[in-house]
C-alpha cells in the first residue's frame, strides 16, 4: 500500500495523518530565497530593493505583534530600531567575542527593555493617549542619541557604521552576504512570531485587543500581558533597527529612525493588513516599491517638464498619498486580505465539485 494518497486537502498519510501543505511551501520560500535569490538578483536589486524591504516587513512584523494582534498603539516604532541599532553596534564594537547572532538577539532584549519601560503607560491609558506617549520614545531616543556621543563610540558625526559583519570566519559585507543575514534573520523572526501567535499569549492578547475587561473578567492578567507584547514587539524592531543600519545603510545615526521611519512602519502595517505576518511584507514591498516605480513613470508622463526636480517629488509624494488613501478605502483590511480575495474563487469551484 502507498504510505502517501491524494485527497482534497492535500497529501494523507496512510494512518491518516494529513501533511500540510504550507509546509511545503515553506520549505519552497526558504530554498528560493536561500538560493535561487542570491544567484539571479544582482547587487542592486539585493541592496536597494530586496533588503530594505525584507527589514521594513520585520519592522511591520513587530509593529503588528502590538497593535493588530494586541490593539496598543504605538507611534515610537522606529525609536526601538535606533535602540537596536545603537546596541548592537556597541555590543560588535565592546564585546568583540560575542557572535553576531548572539549581538542581534542582545540588541532585541535590550530594545525590549525600553519597549516595557514606554509601555507602563498602556496600563492606565490607550488608543490615541498611548499613541501620543509612546510619541516620547521617539523624541527621547534621537535626543539620547544626538547628544551623547558615547553611544556612537566618540565619533563627531554622531554615524555609527559595523566594526565587522562576519560569522564562523565568514564575512558578511557583500550585497550576497548581507542579503543572507537579512533573510535569514528575518526567517527566524517569521517563525518566533507565529510561534507566539498561535501560543496561549497570542490568544490573550487576541482577547484583550477586542475586550480588555472581558478578558481581565475570565483571568487573563492584562497588565502584564499588555507589557509583554511591548516587550516582544520592541525586541523585533530592535533586531530590524540593527538590520536597518548593518545590513542596508552601512552606517547611520539618529536620523535614520526618526518620526518619519515611525511612520513608515505604520503604513506598512495599515497597508498590508493588521493582524497578519505575510501582510507586513507585502505593505513593505508597496512602501519600497512603489516610489522607485513612480520615479520611474516620470520620464514617460513627461512631469519632468513641467515642474523643477524638487516639485516633481512633492508631486509624487501627492501621488503616493492617493494610492495609500485608495487603497484604505477599497480594502481597509489591507493587502494581506486583498490577496485571500483574489484566491478564493479559485478554491470555490473545486469545493463545490466535492460537495463542500
Known amino acids: 500500500m502507498s504510505l502517501l494518497s491524494q485527497s482534497g486537502e492535500g497529501l494523507v498519510l496512510s494512518q491518516g495523518r494529513s501533511l500540510n501543505p504550507r509546509l511545503f511551501v515553506v520549505a519552497a520560500s526558504l530554498a528560493v530565497s536561500l538560493v535561487v535569490v542570491p544567484l539571479v538578483a544582482s547587487d542592486y536589486w539585493l541592496s536597494s530593493i530586496i533588503i530594505p524591504t525584507l527589514v521594513m516587513g520585520v519592522a511591520g512584523l513587530g509593529l503588528n505583534l502590538l497593535m493588530g494582534y494586541t490593539g496598543l498603539v504605538s507611534l515610537g516604532s522606529a525609536?526601538?530600531?535606533?535602540?537596536?541599532?545603537?546596541?548592537?553596534?556597541?555590543?560588535?564594537?565592546?564585546?568583540?567575542?560575542?557572535?553576531?547572532?548572539?549581538?542581534?538577539?542582545?540588541?532585541?532584549?535590550?530594545?525590549?527593555?525600553?519597549?516595557?519601560?514606554?509601555g507602563l503607560p498602556s496600563l492606565r491609558i490607550k488608543g490615541f493617549y498611548l499613541g501620543a506617549s509612546t510619541l516620547g520614545a521617539q523624541f527621547f531616543f534621537e535626543w539620547l542619541f544626538t547628544n551623547y556621543n558615547w553611544f556612537s563610540n566618540g565619533s563627531q558625526s554622531l554615524t555609527i557604521s559595523a566594526p565587522r559583519l562576519q560569522f564562523l570566519g565568514h564575512d558578511l559585507t557583500s550585497a550576497t552576504g548581507r542579503y543572507l543575514l537579512v533573510v535569514v534573520t528575518a526567517a527566524a523572526l517569521i517563525a518566533f512570531a507565529h510561534a507566539v501567535v498561535k501560543s496561549r499569549v497570542g490568544r490573550e492578547w487576541m482577547a484583550i485587543r477586542d475586550m480588555d475587561t472581558a478578558a481581565s473578567v475570565i483571568g487573563i492578567h492584562v497588565a502584564s500581558r499588555k507589557l509583554?507584547?511591548?516587550?516582544?514587539?520592541?525586541?523585533?524592531?530592535?533586531?530590524a533597527g540593527a538590520l536597518w543600519a548593518f545590513g542596508y545603510l552601512g552606517t547611520a545615526d539618529a536620523h535614520a529612525f526618526n518620526l518619519d521611519k515611525s511612520f513608515q512602519v505604520l503604513f506598512i502595517v495599515l497597508i498590508g493588513g493588521t493582524a497578519t505576518l505575510a501582510g507586513n511584507f507585502l505593505g513593505a514591498a508597496f512602501i519600497v516599491l512603489m516610489p522607485i516605480l513612480?520615479?520611474?513613470?516620470?520620464?514617460?508622463?513627461?512631469?519632468?517638464?513641467?515642474?523643477?526636480?524638487?516639485?516633481?517629488?512633492?508631486?509624487?509624494?501627492?501621488?503616493?498619498?492617493?494610492?495609500?488613501?485608495?487603497?484604505?478605502?477599497?480594502?481597509?483590511?489591507?493587502?494581506?486580505?486583498?490577496?485571500?480575495?483574489?484566491?478564493?474563487p479559485r478554491r470555490r469551484p473545486a469545493a463545490a465539485a466535492t460537495g463542500d
Do not use: W
Open 79 to 118: 525609536a526601538f530600531m535606533s535602540v537596536g541599532a545603537f546596541a548592537s553596534y556597541n555590543l560588535l564594537l565592546r564585546a568583540p567575542f560575542l557572535p553576531l547572532p548572539v549581538v542581534l538577539v542582545l540588541a532585541g532584549l535590550i530594545a525590549a527593555a525600553a519597549g516595557i519601560v514606554f
Open 294 to 344: 513612480l520615479d520611474r513613470l516620470a520620464p514617460l508622463t513627461g512631469l519632468q517638464f513641467l515642474a523643477d526636480q524638487g516639485s516633481l517629488a512633492n508631486i509624487q509624494h501627492i501621488i503616493f498619498g492617493v494610492i495609500i488613501i485608495a487603497l484604505l478605502i477599497k480594502e481597509p483590511e489591507g493587502l494581506a486580505r486583498l490577496v485571500r480575495r483574489i484566491r478564493l
Open 228 to 239: 509583554l507584547s511591548f516587550a516582544i514587539s520592541s525586541f523585533v524592531c530592535g533586531i
